[in-house]
């Protein structure tokens, strides 16, 4: 049975910390796909294979370094296009093993890619406007992808439980991986998350705790317990494992230019929490150009936070390259990331392609979930109305070009935060069953 248990911080303030790792995971032998190495995103140092996330010499983080299929773009392409309808299909470019779609999991991925007309013709747009949405995954958020990667990289390194800190969709995403592949699970979430989020996490029979805090807190909290013994054997998907994690999210860049014809976005419209999910997007659209399965043209990346917890938005409006911390105060539970790790690098893409960062307050929020649901049918959680009505401020501000192919994140199920929508959101009417009480109220 699930446990949810609340417990208080121990605050000392650590940032960096080496990490741990079993003793049967030097990282020497380990072989994940084309993954060739670690390197720091700042000084460019290379690591072996391995769970540590920041660099030796300068602290900066370690992403994955890869020898990449070249030479033959069409016959990568047909190779792609004849893989599993899930992300596997993009193996030869993931850091996973090249039998990866017969194993245990969860296999996210290749959700539906909506043009969005009726939509379009309500925010003004006259190009061609879609909507990724992501809640057709399986825990019904883009969480599920990057757990995917991270638990590949879990088993390379012999780890034996799965954990993360959460807003609460990486949680659930952690569970139903973790019961899938055989892995023990142990998540933390702050104390205050929407009840639909902590249900779906502790569903899956894995351990879900409660920290008194935000997601700050707890982020802090699961760096000192990974130098600790009690995290010994523990591979926390977005902190020791987060190298391999953050490479999931390049597989919307790849879905998305797939399901338009193997090409480019012009603009693209993305969520930041952390910022990773950004930064791995422009990651991929790079890689597809570079390997020539699309043809390079330029795009325009836009960020889109809640008000409430807009650190990035603000470092942009105001022309700063640091991102100073805030407390959140917002709806949007799973943006509300107050000291974004990424959040320097999205800077640098948006500005870098001619995009930009905005925000949107919480009635907005709930008014672009409505107006996507009435348009499209799509119910998104909150996450995805800071993207639609964020969209729609940057359309008014003449920022996002409304005749060009414009692409709109949506990452999770409206189910998952009703809260957001109920107080606004009920029966058109409650009547006798009877015509005449049809009539009278105005329904025939």
Known sequence: MARYVTGKMRRKGLAFMAVQTPEKSTGASVSLGPAAALSCRECGERFPLGPIFAC????????????????????????????????WRYAPLLPVPADVASKPSTNPGYTQLVKADRLARELGVTGSLHIKDDSGNPTHSFKDRVVAIAVEAARAFGFTTLSCSSTGNLAGAVGAAAARAGFRSCVFIPHDLEQGKVVMAAVYGGELVGIEGNYDDVNRFCSELIGDPLGEGWGFVNVNLRPYYGEGSKTLAYEICEQLGWELPDQLVIPIASGSQLTKIDKGLKELIALGLVEDKPYRIFGAQAAGCSPVSRAFQEGHDVVRPVKPDTIAKSLAIGNPADGPYVLDIARRTGGAVDDVDDAQIVDAIKLLARTEGIFAETAGGVTVGVTRKLIEKGLLDPSLTTVVLNTGDGLKTLDAVAPTTGPTATIRPSLDAFRDAGLG
Do not use: H, S, V, W
Request: charged share 25%.
């Open 56 to 87: 030796e010499a300068c602290f900066g983080p370690l992403e994955i370094a890869y020898n990449l299929p070249t030479g033959d773009p069409e016959g990568l392409r047909k190779q792609i296009e004849a893989g599993p309808k899930n992300i």
